[in-house]
């Protein structure tokens, strides 16, 4: 079937690779798994022989039509929805995310399971090579993709999937991600908008360091920034790249402990 290109499509038929992002997921015959974008079933064939039931959501009206019929007597349901404003407050605790997703979409879909009231257990995804590395950053590397994903969960990279593999080849080369989500965790008094204004402070300027950074991004003055920094053992002189998700957090405590 023709790819269509405005929805990024990309098919991949190779059995290892499809077994490889199963195996990442750990997928298991008690799971329910919510698979995005199946396309053309390959890796939908694979889940169902392996979860207990598998719930494909499909964005494009032709696929979502035929591909039911690819899997009679099996526990399928095709759902034609946009992922993004897919309801997940009915599936099971612990469900787990299973996809080879569009790149364009991948930064919005690791936001919107993250942040889910019923969060999934595990989400595995297939995505471009270089921002499944910006997902799975170390500090030194950060971004706040990084610590939007790490604030949530422990994140791993699987296999490096070459480009040739897929019909038609994309640009780049891809890679397995896997997000196991963990409890989110917060110093008292700091919430989630809080903590993030802290961190899109730093980011804002990325190539400036945090005493300038966050003195633009929160409007505090520079010594009062130095002091803030000096408070939580970072120096002024860091990137916010260089940052671990724990800094980010007690450095929004003192943020919040300065401002009140």
Do not use: C
């Amino acid at each position: 079937m023709p790819t269509k290109k405005s929805l990024g499509q990309h098919w991949l038929h190779d059995r290892f690779v499809l077994d490889h992002i199963a195996d990442e997921a750990n997928v298991n015959m008690q799971d329910t798994v919510l698979e995005v974008g199946p396309g053309l079933g390959t890796l939908t064939s694979i889940l169902l022989g392996r979860a207990e039931q598998v719930i494909a959501v499909e964005f494009d009206p032709d696929l979502a039509r035929k591909l039911p019929g690819q899997f009679p007597g099996k526990n399928l349901e095709v759902v034609h929805s946009d992922i993004l404003a897919y309801d997940t407050r009915d599936l099971p605790a612990g469900y787990k995310v299973v996809a080879n997703v569009p790149y364009y979409i991948t930064s919005k879909i690791i936001q919107k399971f993250m942040t889910e009231d019923n969060q999934p257990s595990v989400v595995t995804l297939l995505i471009q090579k270089e921002v499944a590395e910006r997902v799975a950053a170390r500090p030194g590397d950060m971004s706040i993709l990084a610590v939007s994903a790490q604030l949530y969960a422990d994140v791993s990279l699987g296999d490096v999937v070459p480009a040739e593999l897929f019909t038609p080849p994309p640009k780049v080369d891809s890679q397995v991600v896997t997000l196991r989500t963990k409890q989110l965790t917060l110093p008292d008094g700091v919430d989630e908008k809080l903590l993030f204004r802290v961190v899109k402070a730093g980011f804002s300027a990325k190539r400036k360091k945090l005493r300038s950074s966050l003195s633009g991004g929160l409007g505090m003055a520079k010594d009062n920034v130095d002091t803030l920094l000096a408070g939580v053992d970072i120096s002024p002189d860091e990137r916010a790249e260089s940052l671990s998700v724990e800094d980010w957090k007690r450095l929004a405590e003192a943020y919040r402990a300065a401002a009140s």
